[in-house]
């Protein structure tokens, strides 16, 4: 693949992740039938919800998304600290939207994050939610190596969700990425990855679960969405319109989508709405920078 082309997923990447986030920040907690009386099928980004947020504005899906691309950046080697490090300085500006497993976990952190994650996962009953999927896709834009790419992804993980389902959906989501910045076709990575594990029957039937927040709830609907949609508007519009846990389901279907479509497969109606596209397309270029030197 060609560096423009392979720049050009990159930036699709992280700005498919924000455009899902701010469009679906709309609609999160509603349901279809909400959504459909109160904005008919929404297609453009124009914040409030129950966020209250400023078109353009994304949330947490975003947020930490970033965190673990600019913690990879400072120490590509050994992340972790870093990420670490800036969950926590964000966390600190009292964001308007934070999982309950990570607010946990940050609110408990004393300097072990695997061992704040299992004693989270005790007090809470369960740690499964979608909130390292959300965020883990810098780590497959990072990598070249596919072995690292997986240590790093399922690391970033462990730090705040204890549950293997976590890990193995993180995993997969990442190896789609890497076939997708390879140049599969969409469709055949995702069957690639997907064959033989639960996820399988969502690439032709639609889930037979709500939208939530559950990791293999959420996962099922980002691998329906992303393979049946034409185009990455449909993508982004697809998870919006569906409420629930909208905002993240369409942060990792349009990340992948973003990668797939490339920065140009975007409509600017999208990107430049986005309030941090500036520190977005510095991210992507020094993702690939780090990219091409591996």
């Known amino acids: ?35 459909q009386a109160r904005y008919g099928h929404l297609e453009d980004i124009i914040g409030g919800g129950v ?49 309950n497993i990570i607010r ?5 952190y004393e300097g072990d994050w695997f061992e704040t994650a299992f ?5 809470l009953g369960q740690s499964g939610g979608n909130g390292s999927l959300m965020r883990c896709l810098p780590v497959a834009l990072a990598y070249a ?16 969700h204890y549950d293997p389902r976590c890990d193995e959906a993180c995993r997969i989501y990442n190896r789609i990425a890497h076939r997708l910045l390879g140049g599969e076709e969409l469709r055949a990575a995702i069957q690639s990855e997907v064959a033989g594990t639960m996820y399988e029957d969502s690439i032709k039937a639609e889930p037979d679960c709500e ?40 942060a990792i279907s349009g990340g992948l989508a973003g990668i797939y479509y490339g920065y140009e497969g975007i409509p600017a109606k999208y990107t430049e709405a986005i309030l941090i596209k500036d520190r977005l397309s510095q991210i992507a270029s020094r993702l690939f920078a780090l990219q091409t030197s591996s």
Not at 7 to 17: A, D, P, T
Not at 66 to 80: D, Q
Not at 104 to 108: G, I, N, Q
Not at 145 to 160: C, H, K, N
């Open 1 to 35: 693949m060609n560096n423009q082309l392979l720049q050009s997923r990159i930036k699709g990447c992280l700005f498919g992740v924000a455009v899902g986030d701010a469009l679906g920040g709309t609609t999160e907690f509603m349901s279809a039938r909400e959504i």
């Open 51 to 99: 966020w209250r947020l400023a078109p353009g504005e994304v949330t947490d899906d975003t947020a930490m998304t970033v965190c673990v691309a600019e913690g990879i950046l400072e120490n590509p080697a050994e992340p972790m600290e870093k990420i670490g490090r800036l969950f926590l300085e964000w966390y600190n500006t009292r964001p308007k939207d934070i999982g």
């Open 104 to 108: 946990h976990v940050f609110e408990r």
């Open 119 to 123: 004693v989270a996962d005790l007090e």
């Open 145 to 160: 190596d596919l072995g690292e790419m997986e240590r790093v992804t399922t690391m970033q993980s462990r730090m705040t």
């Open 211 to 250: 939208p939530s927040g559950f990791v293999v709830h959420t996962f099922l609907w980002v691998v329906h969405i992303l393979s049946n949609a034409a185009n990455f508007s449909e993508v982004v519009q697809r998870a919006a319109n569906l409420g629930g846990d909208s905002d993240t389901i369409g």
